[in-house]
């Protein structure tokens, strides 16, 4: 991703005022074991039938990938660390998705396993004792936020669908962002391959495919993904574009933190979805769960967001 560049200054001078009150969703379940330090932290997210895909693990001040990333093949589920394998199989905490289930202790059953009968194939993981009754957060397979040691779970808002004025805002201000960097990156294209016309771009809407909101501090952060589809126009990619917006919860004004752009994309049977997952609250940091998934192939991303209007910080794979 990279920051915003001076073509977008006037969609970000947009106001935005920022309703007082975000919505029931971003509700927190508590996760802390009596007697656990809060140096060693693990995180995962368990599927449909009950597996735990492992994320990551904090010790020490720092956060390990559970998963062996380095041998990753195409198509192959991803095996888990040693450290992983090694993991203790009770002191977990679920935090479902669904609001109708409490947070419960969870066990981990046996050896890690793909299990082809799950939800859930892109990793190795462990059969748990979840709940059977926790629904999952569609598009995703899964039903909640596994942690373990003292961490707390908060949900993230979504908003895709702007419920209220300050989300409203801020999707106009996406729409005007994607319009003004699609014109941009045509502008600074070397060739005109698969990228659209300006007529094309003209009578093509801008799609709001995801937007989460979620308040750290005295700040509303929001996650989006917006899309520019012209997959009914021969030989033309579509533009894609998600990033940060941060808007002060007690007064006007928004900022772009971070955006990435594709335009010109071809490859639409691989286009990267992203979902927001959760925020991991350690050690009084914010840290968001990203799911980012293909066809082929899925990762989760860590998010360190924080409390006042600075640059996110990728700490776990890039995002």
Same mark, same amino acid.
């Given at each position: 991703m990279a920051t915003i560049q001076k073509i977008c200054a006037a969609a970000l001078a947009i106001a935005l005022t920022t309703v007082g009150v975000l919505a029931r969703e971003q509700g927190s379940g508590a996760a802390p074991a009596a007697g656990q330090a809060t140096a060693r932290v693990a995180v995962g997210v368990v599927c449909e039938g009950g597996m735990l895909l492992p994320?990551?693990?904090r010790s020490q001040g720092a956060w390990r990938s559970l998963t062996d990333d380095e041998k990753a093949e195409v198509g192959v589920p991803l095996k888990?660390?040693?450290?992983?394998?090694?993991?203790?199989?009770?002191?977990?905490?679920?935090?479902?998705? =669904?609001?109708?289930? !409490?947070?419960?202790?969870?066990?981990?059953?046996?050896? @890690?396993?793909?299990?082809? /009968? $799950?939800?859930?194939?892109d990793q190795e993981g462990f059969r748990t004792d979840a709940p059977a009754n926790a629904r999952s957060r569609r598009p995703t397979d899964f039903i909640g936020i596994a942690v373990m040691g003292r961490v707390m779970v908060e949900r993230v808002e979504t908003v895709q669908h702007l419920p209220d004025p300050s989300s409203r805002r801020v999707g106009s201000l996406v729409v005007q962002l994607v319009q003004a960097l699609e014109a941009e990156r045509v502008e600074a294209s070397a060739t005109g391959r698969f990228v659209p016309s300006a007529s094309q771009r003209a009578r093509t809407p801008v799609d709001l495919d995801n937007m989460w909101r979620h308040r750290h501090g005295e700040n509303d952060w929001y996650y989006f993904a917006a899309q520019?589809?012209?997959?009914?126009?021969? =030989?033309?990619?579509? !533009?894609?574009?998600?990033?940060?917006?941060v808007a002060? @919860?007690?007064?006007?004004? /928004? $900022?772009?933190?971070?955006?990435?752009?594709?335009?010109?994309?071809?490859?639409?049977?691989?286009?990267?979805?992203?979902h927001a997952l959760g925020v991991l609250r350690v050690d009084d940091r914010a840290i968001w769960i990203l799911d980012e998934l293909t066809y082929e192939s899925r990762k989760f991303e860590l998010v360190d967001i924080p409390s006042s209007q600075r640059q996110p910080v990728c700490i776990l794979r890039g995002c």
């Open positions: 994320i990551a693990r888990l660390t040693s450290e992983a394998t090694s993991l203790p199989r009770a002191g977990w905490t679920i935090v479902p998705f =669904d609001a109708n289930v !409490t947070s419960r202790i969870l066990n981990l059953e046996g050896s @890690a396993v793909v299990d082809d /009968a $799950s939800a859930c194939t520019k589809d012209y997959t009914n126009f021969d =030989d033309t990619g579509n !533009t894609l574009v998600k990033g940060w917006i002060a @919860a007690s007064g006007n004004g /928004a $900022s772009l933190m971070k955006v990435g752009v594709s335009v010109g994309n071809a490859l639409d049977g691989v286009t990267v979805q992203t």
